[in-house]
């Protein structure tokens, strides 16, 4: 009995039970319309800058110039060069878009077979594509991170915000209180990963500065030596900030969401957890991640049965033939569901009618898959949600049911709050006034 006991000890001395209620909370309706409207606002800004900007080389095989650089990168310049007057043209959010919707089919694929060596590669290969838009596609990346932060900003706070009220307190704020206290907050969301990413940026240019003057000669070695100490301390700055950026941004969201840290409070508050406790971060990550992935296959399984009997329901009722040599109409217009593949394979060239059928069905098939996406956004705030709670109790000792409120809910988040007056001082108050007014009578 009392081995049970402290084994109960121990588990609730980890607290990393309390990472399985994320899959509760990450299904949430008002989480879900949050993560799906940004995931419609990113992808709808994405298709209207490839609209204006079709600016990647397509040669004659459909082969892209992302294609060829993840192959081979030193072969780029010349496949533009060959292709870039006879050669089509695609937009950078379209490529990445086809790249990386394959790319996790893949990797999904190994996972099944328990090929995690193949896992691990495409990932790397997710990485290295983003590379290549940086590199050949700067304005274009540029532009679509600043809005893509600034979507993510304000959804994740959001998130975050219903996460740690409901975490805590066990309340469900609303979909508007939620969006309007991550637009309130928004610089604390919008800044925060940025600060270090400065601090990084801005070491860098002094040591490459630093390198430019070296190029002198005889003074520029000269001061290279002396000037070494302060360019390995600007290194290592570097190297602190860019572990912290890796280990630390989880929770920077929720610091804001739970305590109503500014970006500066932030950094201190993400960094000291994770460096205070980095063997408990890693725990509860992993369990969170573990648990995501279980999560994430019950809801994909889901999603599969629901497509599945549609469309099994549906071909069970049609009969009629179709155009392009298909069995039925339905094939033509709707392939197959498979749990690897949920939308199917890309429809047919039929005629007018069934070509728009098939465009409109589509809508909908992406339509669910939306939500499977927003699915994994809502549980990985959920759960970091979590996690930063757990941190903040163990580091600071600060209570899981302690989170950050204002006095009325139309206040803004940046002002503190008014505390209300007691009845002893309106007493009090009222006293003086008629003490006051005896003596001028």
Same mark, same amino acid.
């Given at each position: 009995m009392n081995g049970v006991n402290q084994s109960s000890d121990l588990i609730e001395s980890l607290l990393f039970p309390k990472v399985f209620q994320t899959f509760r909370m990450a299904v949430q309706p008002t989480k879900l319309a949050i993560t799906f409207s940004a995931l419609a606002v990113i992808c709808a800004a994405g298709l209207?800058?490839? /609209?204006?900007?079709?600016?990647? !080389?397509?040669?004659?095989?459909?082969?892209?110039?992302l294609d060829v650089y993840m192959a081979s990168p030193e072969r780029v310049e010349a496949f533009i060069k060959q292709y870039e007057d006879t050669g089509q043209r695609k937009g950078v959010f379209s490529t990445m878009w086809h790249f990386a919707g394959r790319n996790f089919q893949e990797s999904l694929a190994a996972m099944f077979a328990f090929n995690f060596t193949a896992v691990a590669a495409h990932v790397r290969d997710y990485f290295k594509a983003a590379t290549?838009?940086?590199?050949?596609?700067?304005?274009?990346?540029?532009? /679509?991170? !600043?809005?893509?932060?600034?979507?993510?900003?304000?959804?994740?706070?959001? !998130?975050?915000?219903?996460?740690?009220l409901q975490f805590a307190q066990g309340e469900k704020p609303g979909f508007t209180e939620a969006v309007r206290f991550g637009t309130a907050r928004f610089w604390s969301f919008f800044i925060a990963p940025l600060l270090p990413v400065g601090v990084i940026v801005f070491c860098g240019a002094m040591i490459m500065l630093l390198g430019l003057i070296t190029n002198f000669p005889r003074a520029g070695e000269l001061i290279l030596g002396l000037s070494m100490p302060v360019a390995l301390f600007a290194g290592g700055l570097v190297a602190f900030f860019t572990i912290g950026l890796v280990v630390a941004f989880n929770l920077m969201y929720p610091s804001v969401a739970y305590d109503g840290c500014d970006c500066f409070d932030v950094i201190g508050r993400s960094f000291s957890y994770v460096f205070n406790k980095p063997w408990r971060m890693g725990l509860y990550t992993a369990v969170a991640a573990v648990y995501g992935a279980i999560c994430y296959m019950f809801v994909r399984f889901s999603v599969f049965l629901l497509l599945f009997f549609t469309h099994f329901f549906l071909r069970t009722a049609i009969f009629a033939d179709a155009t392009g040599g298909y069995d039925d109409k339905l094939n033509a217009i709707w392939a197959q569901p498979t749990f690897q593949h949920l939308v199917g394979d890309d429809p047919f060239k039929g005629n007018w009618s069934e070509?728009?059928?098939?465009?409109?069905?589509?809508?909908?098939?992406? /339509?669910?898959?939306?939500l499977l996406v927003s699915f994994i956004i809502s549980f990985y705030f959920s759960a970091n949600t979590i996690i930063y709670a757990l941190m903040r109790n163990r580091v600071?000792?600060?209570?899981?049911?302690?989170?950050?409120?204002?006095?009325?809910?139309?206040?803004?988040?940046?002002?503190?709050?008014?505390e209300p007056t007691s009845q002893g001082d309106l007493v009090s108050d009222s006293q003086e006034e008629s003490e006051s007014g005896g003596q001028s009578d």
């Open positions: 209207i800058m490839d /609209f204006f900007s079709k600016s990647v !080389v397509e040669g004659s095989a459909e082969t892209t110039e290549w838009a940086f590199i050949y596609h700067p304005f274009y990346c540029a532009v /679509f991170i !600043v809005i893509k932060l600034v979507v993510v900003a304000i959804a994740g706070g959001s !998130v975050c915000r219903i996460s740690a070509s728009l059928s098939a465009v409109l069905v589509r809508l909908s098939l992406w /339509f669910v898959v939306g600071d000792g600060t209570p899981l049911e302690e989170v950050h409120s204002y006095s009325h809910p139309q206040a803004i988040p940046n002002q503190p709050p008014i």
